[in-house]
């Protein structure tokens, strides 16, 4: 009892009654919500009952769903010619109560970073994300900035990037999100990110390399290396050498670097078996950029591993991830043949 006093739960009578300063919401797609005003914090659970509703039915004859500037969900009434921010259909929820998952089912292909991240707070934690402006990088830096991170979106193009940064902010006004400039495929441009970076002299808890390119048409970087294979591995690669000294100075920290299943569907040795140079940046003639995007990706794996062995004695930690089969992102956008695929294959996938 003395929890629910401090909480501010033990105030009303009915377990269905809201205590004071929260209120009940709904998604665009149906799922009920509380925004909790006193603490400025939303959670899906009911604040006492801890279920979890959904919307029954359709909009009442006469009522549409419209979205405001900032983004929140309302209602209007065509007949009685007014608006509310509340769901007419709140009066007619069902509980969603799904069987209790265990720990190695908790997540699954349906699962959001919202919904990972929930209860979480990251307050005072410093986040680096690598091509955070569009795709799966744009939901995690979003996800976490609404969790209280710092996080700067390290993009190529800065408008890009300011415009996600102002996406960000209508969700909520006080998140902690920055851009800066990061080209991948200049060793130049790296090394001046981490320049500017270490002069605002705060730490680095999570550094996350997401940016990749898929299905380009073979060219040379101004560093004379094949632009997947920069963009992709070795342009992370000396971001994190060059930020190293810091991750181990604001211990416990973690490097994450986004790869892909596809990773399986290569080799980097000759017939040997010994390291092939040649494979990784490769001659227009010896190119196709499927094998180019796989290669690039094995590197990531086995740059994560080595980084890890190097670095978890110092408190670093270093995993290399697979965001799922086929998520649909703008990554297919260079050329029209993957986007015939990634459209076709898009109502069998997961989107963002």
């Not at 969790?147 to 193009?157: N, P």
């Not at 070795?234 to 930020?243: A, D, E, K, M, N």
């Not at 227009?284 to 690039?296: E, F, G, H, P, T």
Request: charged share 25%; glycine share 6%; proline share 4%.
């Amino acid at each position: 009892m003395a929890a629910l006093k401090y909480a501010g739960l033990e105030d009303t009578d009915s377990e269905e009654e809201l205590p004071p300063g929260w209120e009940e919401r709904t998604t665009k797609d149906g799922w009920v919500y509380y925004a909790n005003h006193l603490e400025e914090k939303t959670q899906w659970e009911h604040p006492k009952s801890g279920k979890r509703k959904r919307i029954a039915g359709d909009l009442p004859y006469g009522w549409e769903q419209e979205t405001d500037e900032n983004g929140q969900v309302y209602f209007v009434d065509h007949i009685n010619k007014r608006t509310t921010y509340l769901d007419p259909r709140l009066a007619f929820t069902v509980e969603d109560n799904p069987v209790k998952p265990t720990a190695r089912q908790k997540y699954d292909g349906n699962s959001t970073a919202m919904e990972i991240l929930q209860g979480r707070d990251l307050s005072g934690k410093v986040v680096i994300i690598t091509g955070a402006n569009s795709g799966i990088g744009f939901e995690t830096a979003k996800s976490l900035a609404l969790h209280g991170a710092h996080v700067i979106l390290a993009c190529r193009s800065i408008a890009r990037g300011n415009e996600a940064v102002q996406r960000i902010l209508e969700e909520w006004h006080k998140a902690k999100v920055e851009a800066m400039t990061l080209d991948l495929a200049s060793l130049q441009s790296v090394q001046h990110f981490a320049e500017e970076f270490k002069s605002k002299n705060v730490p680095l808890h999570i550094l996350i390399c997401n940016a990749a390119v898929f299905g380009t048409p073979w060219c040379l970087t101004e560093d004379d290396l094949e632009s997947t294979f920069q963009v992709n591995h070795l342009g992370h690669f000396y971001l994190v050498q060059l930020l190293g000294n810091i991750l181990r100075q604001s211990s416990p920290a973690r490097v994450v670097v986004v790869s892909s299943e596809s990773h399986r569907f290569t080799e980097i040795k000759d017939s040997s078996g010994k390291l092939d140079f040649s494979l990784l940046s490769p001659s227009k003639k010896d190119y196709w950029a499927m094998l180019a995007y796989n290669r690039s990706k094995l590197c990531n794996i086995l740059f994560s591993n080595e980084l890890n062995r190097r670095l978890s004695p110092y408190g670093v930690t270093s995993n290399a991830v697979h965001p799922g089969n086929m998520i649909y992102s703008s990554i297919h956008r260079n050329w029209w043949v993957y986007t015939l695929l990634f459209t076709l294959a898009r109502p069998f996938t997961k989107s963002m």
